[in-house]
């Protein structure tokens, strides 16, 4: 899947994948991380979410990565913020406060860069990406986080063959092999929501669940 896929999109406002309020399942089951609270957070494939503005009130610093400079302009605007930005090779930094957000490619994120976040908070990236770009994602993204890292993904699960992705369903065998090498991923929460998503169940689904993993690094 290409970047001007994503581009195009929030060029045209098709962005059903943005909420206009801070995602329940991030406010029950973060707490529950333990982080200090000037924990870096890595929020990958960001967008204009308000779960940032959330993790920010908590005490964190957060680091968002986004490819669309459309979403990140508007996410500073319609949240009053008014960011200093700084170019740095390929990638645009943006910074207001304790949140910042890095315009490119995440691929394009340095070793140090990762490093320095320990804790992370995935709920729309890992569903966006097609089964080729997983792996490597998963790897470039976590395999090079902080070796104490923890956070939450946010999945979804559904029969793949009744709908074409984004976003793409992903069980929980695909998951685990997909971390193995560095995280452990363990399913703290999983429920049905086909009925509270109608624009699904129109496009054919007949199960939608949507699934939360606690992560942490791998020890030793």
């Known amino acids: 899947m290409k970047a001007d896929f994503w581009l195009e999109r929030w060029r045209e406002g098709q962005t059903h994948f943005h909420q ?5 399942l991030l406010q029950k089951y973060w707490p529950a991380l333990e982080l200090p609270p000037d924990s870096r957070v890595l929020v990958p494939l960001c967008g204009k979410t308000l779960d940032m503005i959330w993790l920010a009130e908590q005490g ?10 459309l979403a990140v302009e508007q996410f ?9 930005t700084h170019a740095s090779g390929a990638v645009t930094h ?5 949140i910042e957000i890095i315009c490119g ?14 804790a992370a908070y995935d709920r729309a990236a890992l569903v966006a990406l097609p089964e080729p770009m ?17 956070g939450l993904l946010l999945t979804l699960d559904y029969p793949q063959e009744e709908m074409d992705g984004p ?18 991923a363990e399913i703290i929460d999983r429920r049905g929501i086909l009925d509270k998503e109608p624009k699904f169940a129109a496009r054919g689904l007949t199960r939608l669940d949507t699934v939360v993993y606690r992560l942490s690094a791998r020890q030793g």
Request: some cysteine.
């Open 20 to 24: 206009s309020r801070i995602t329940p």
């Open 94 to 98: 943006y910074i207001a406060g304790n």
């Open 105 to 118: 490619d995440i691929f394009a994120l340095d070793a140090g860069t990762l490093a320095a976040c320990s």
């Open 167 to 184: 976003p793409f369903s992903l069980g929980d065998a695909e998951v685990q092999s997909l971390y193995a090498a560095h995280s452990n």
């Open 134 to 150: 997983r792996a490597r994602y998963v790897d470039h993204v976590y395999g090079q986080l902080s070796r104490r890292y923890r």
């Open 76 to 84: 500073f605007s319609e949240n009053g913020l008014r960011p200093d």
């Open 60 to 69: 964190h610093s957060v680091l968002g990565v986004e490819l669309s400079p």
